[in-house]
């Protein structure tokens, strides 16, 4: 059968690499031991959700078959887990660069600072989505997960208030708080005083410049994707409500759970809603593959994360015998032994004046044959003709060629032919 999307198997591709490619930022992060605690936790949910997407959509790609109950289970939450880690990161990254900008610190004075800090990420970035994932989804879980064809597993709650200020709104109050408080403040002071960041950031090794300005775009990008996302599905569902007649406060347990059966959206169904209700769908969808190559863009390609990836390259190929490292460093060493101090072999008359022979005579200079026979030498005797100079240069160049010393030549006149 063909595939119910379009754009099969386009979706699948994308999220295979994305994933690939967190894989790898992490990888990197790890093996340097840099970490910082809001982009580790965005990437490495966003890689097991990616992961779920590519699988699903393949498994999916041609029905809306119910089936795999415990691996939806498992997807159909981490889809809440995600959905809510990604503005959470965003306000623990804004949060921390709001420190640095502060001039404050990189990191706390005291072990007890950075434990309570620790503690505030954690809640934020993981205590939180596990909670909205968990309890707060099961009161307002309508089904026990939706199979929509094409894409596979999602979860499901049913529209009401209390789903909009318990789930949905995690969603969009992280992002209005950084929008808020901390990215303007972030902004303002890192352009005001940038010069005072840069050599803050530049006397501490744990984070440069180059990388403020980074994990600032990644929060930005996360924004502008997050943010719109969150309104327009708000609105959406809000709208969708309304125009059915009902949006209630809650609708009630017995009325949500009596039903636990898996359903199976169609994608002819899916196609049969409003343009704005597609195009949230697919949004929805794409998001998680967007954000993570931008995340790759900003941390995947820098000069320490290639070395990285060099030394995993390294790690494994010498498992099978292969040492690039090894080769690499022959090569160099084959190189430091080539030398260059080779005399030449025939010297003439003209090439005297130019050569500047062995690094004990580098400032010898050579009367040439243009010049006059005659001249008055400190310490020595007078040259009486220029047939004793041509003599004196003739003999010259045959010891150069022979390789013999200088100083018997000018035996007794040392200074009667060079002029040092």
């Known amino acids: 059968m063909n595939a119910a999307d379009p754009t099969y198997p386009l979706y699948p591709i994308a999220s295979f690499l994305a994933a690939a490619m967190l894989l790898l930022v992490l990888l990197t992060s790890l093996i340097r031991q840099s ?3 809001g982009v580790a936790l965005l990437c490495f949910w966003l890689c097991l959700n990616n992961l779920a997407g590519a699988v699903s959509a393949i498994i999916w790609s041609d029905n809306a078959e119910v089936k795999l109950f415990r691996y939806c289970d498992i997807v159909s939450h981490l889809y809440v887990i995600t959905c809510v880690t990604k503005p959470m990161a965003t306000l623990i990254i804004t949060r921390r660069l709001h420190i640095i900008a502060s001039l404050q610190s990189v990191d706390f004075p005291s072990r ?11 809640i934020l970035g993981l205590g939180v989505p596990l909670l909205v994932a968990g309890p707060l989804y099961y009161i307002n ?10 894409f596979g597993c999602a979860n499901s709650q049913r529209t009401s208030v209390l789903e909009i200020l318990t789930i949905e709104s995690w969603t969009l109050v992280p992002p209005l708080i950084s929008i808020a408080f901390y990215y303007p403040r972030v902004v303002r002071t890192f352009y005001q005083q940038r010069r005072d960041i840069n050599s ?4 501490n090794n744990s984070i440069s410049c180059t990388n403020y300005l980074r994990i600032l775009i990644l929060a930005s990008i996360d924004i502008l994707l997050t943010l719109p996302t969150s309104i327009v599905t708000i ?24 039903d636990w059966t898996p359903t199976s959206v169609a994608y002819a169904e899916i196609m049969a809603g409003k343009t704005s209700s597609i ?12 954000l993570s190559f931008a995340i790759f863009g900003l941390f995947g390609l820098t000069p320490d994360a290639r070395a990285s990836y060099w030394r995993i390259i390294c790690a494994v190929g010498s498992r099978f015998g292969w040492n690039p490292s090894r080769h690499t460093h022959d090569a160099h060493t084959s190189l430091g032994e080539i030398h260059f101090n080779s005399r030449p072999q025939d010297v003439s008359l003209d090439d005297i004046e130019i050569w500047l022979g062995p690094p004990s005579l580098a400032n010898v200079y050579v009367p040439t044959l243009t010049e006059t026979t005659e001249r008055k030498l400190t ?9 004793e100079s041509l003599d004196a240069l003739g003999q010259y160049c045959s010891n150069l060629r022979n390789g013999e010393h200088l100083e018997p030549i000018f035996a007794g006149t040392t200074d009667a032919a060079l002029k040092v």
């Open 279 to 290: 195009a949230q769908y697919y949004y929805s969808y794409w998001t998680a593959p967007i």
């Open 200 to 203: 803050f950031l530049s006397s």
């Open 35 to 37: 970490w910082n605690l």
């Open 141 to 150: 879980q309508s089904n026990r997960f939706d199979v929509n064809e094409g």
């Open 235 to 258: 609105v959406l569902r809000i709208t969708s409500a309304l125009e059915q007649g009902y949006l209630p406060f809650y609708w009630g347990w017995d009325a949500l759970h009596a």
């Open 112 to 122: 007890t600072a950075r434990r309570r800090d620790l503690c505030i990420e954690l």
């Open 379 to 387: 310490g020595s005797a007078e040259l009486e003709s220029g047939s």
